[in-house]
């Protein structure tokens, strides 16, 4: 599924600020279980590899909440830290907010709905997509929902940036069936 809603999103390009041709910078926020840190690893390779750059402590150009609709409380940490970031967004016009993963899958439209600031808002089967999505965001001048319901590319062939050098994850499923057992 796709859908396509205005958004506030600005003009510049992808990867870089087209005012001082400085890379874009990346936040990844996770809410929810083991799987969720595994493929929060996966949406930062993803970033990475498509030119953004770990934000170090500003605030970051693209934050990345990826949602997990097993674990209590979830969508009210999502929903709280949205709504913190409405403000932010607004004096920054050029920030981009994407919302991925499991809650993300479920919830849909709700999430446009609750927070129309959002400029992505993607599910766990195309978590690849992340940078073309705000690519076509910013190129659109409007929000991108995309859901698909089987993988599009396997995650394991997606570039990864490992929190741990010393420890990685062994993917047992992809996706959410709501019976989490990680």
Same mark, same amino acid.
């Given at each position: ?20 041709? $400085? ?10 279980? $083991?799987?969720?840190? +595994? ?10 590899? !498509? /030119? ?27 929903? /709280? ?22 809650? !993300? ?9 609750? !927070? ?8 766990? +089967?195309?978590? /690849? ?45 992809? /996706? ?7």
């Amino acid at each position: 599924m796709s859908l396509t809603i205005p958004s506030p999103a600005s003009g510049t390009t992808p990867s870089a600020d087209s005012a001082l041709q $400085q890379p874009r910078t990346y936040q990844v926020r996770t809410f929810g279980c $083991q799987m969720n840190v +595994h493929d929060s690893e996966r949406m930062a390779g993803m970033l990475e590899d !498509a /030119g953004y750059v770990p934000a170090s402590g500003e605030q970051a150009d693209v934050v990345v909440f990826n949602t997990c609709a097993v674990r209590e409380n979830a969508d009210n940490k999502l929903y /709280g830290n949205l709504g913190m970031l409405a403000p932010v967004k607004a004096a920054n016009p050029g920030m981009q907010i994407a919302v991925g993963g499991c809650l !993300a899958q479920k919830d849909r439209e709700t999430i446009l709905k609750r !927070a129309p600031w959002v400029d992505a808002v993607f599910g766990t +089967h195309n978590v /690849g997509a992340l940078p073309a999505l705000l690519d076509r965001a910013r190129h659109n001048n409007e929000a991108q929902l995309e859901i698909l319901e089987s993988l599009d590319v396997f995650p394991s062939t997606l570039p990864t940036k490992r929190d741990s050098v010393y420890s990685g994850w062994v993917s047992i499923s992809v /996706g959410c069936n709501n019976t989490c057992t990680f």
